[in-house]
């Protein structure tokens, strides 16, 4: 009877602390220190807390719920087995942009003013930069360069760093695509890539006249954004990609045969930005015939 009774004083104490018996024998096993068996404890609450966000918590949020559960836990604690236990948010951080020499000697404008009406193709450009997460190798990003004219994006770009590279890559591609010395201005906002010397330079040599949105007015580069938006509502969030490639493949499908290609948009006359395109190059035709 003694043992019978202790055998539901282990059963009644595991219900209070709500902890498996199988994570309870198994730390009785090893005998392993109390710190350690309340890390794991900690541990199965946080990833717990975790996956009920879908992700989305990082620690700090995280350490306020285990508050709400009257868990007394420092923040720091819950950062480190959260970053030892690779939990972390999918949710990026904004992109701090930092002053740089470029601003400070007054050398950035805004040439655009949110004047996004146009009379030709390759009068203005806008371009941004997006992130896609991935299973295995986590944020990749999608750099993309449209023609507001006709919302074609005429180039785009996936890769695994936000940095002047990817940018690189994507500028040249758009002036490959469309050709050089139009003097068609580019407008990005002011992150570090797009002030780079590099971007600048090959910018000045191929006539790409430069602007940039204004310090905190994300609405001055809409139509680019409004694009990303609309890759991520009706792509992006329905899928899961394994990795980097995976991502490149998608986006290219995506981009070339529906956006590009296939799907009609109000401001078009209900075209698509290819067929609107198409359509501008006829009438140049007749209006040089006629």
Known sequence: MEKLSKKHSKRKLLRIL????SSYYYNQKEKKNQREIENEILLEQITLIW???HKRYGSKKVHAELQKLKLEVNLKRVKRLMRENRLFSII??????HRSNVEERGEIKNKLKRDFSTEKLNEKW???ITYIHSEREGWCYLSSIMDLKSNRIISHKVGKAMDVELVMKTLKMATYMRGRGRETIIHTDRGSQYLSKEYRKYCKENNLELSYSRKGNPYDNACIESFHATLKKEYVHHKKFKNL???RIGIFEYIESWYNRKRIQEKLGYLSPLE????LKNEIKINRIS
């Open 51 to 53: 996956q009920k966000s």
């Open 92 to 97: 990026v951080k904004k992109y701090k942009v």
């Open 18 to 21: 709500e902890i498996s018996r």
């Open 126 to 128: 806008v371009s941004d």
């Open 245 to 247: 490639e995976e991502i």
């Open 276 to 279: 609107y395109e198409e359509q």
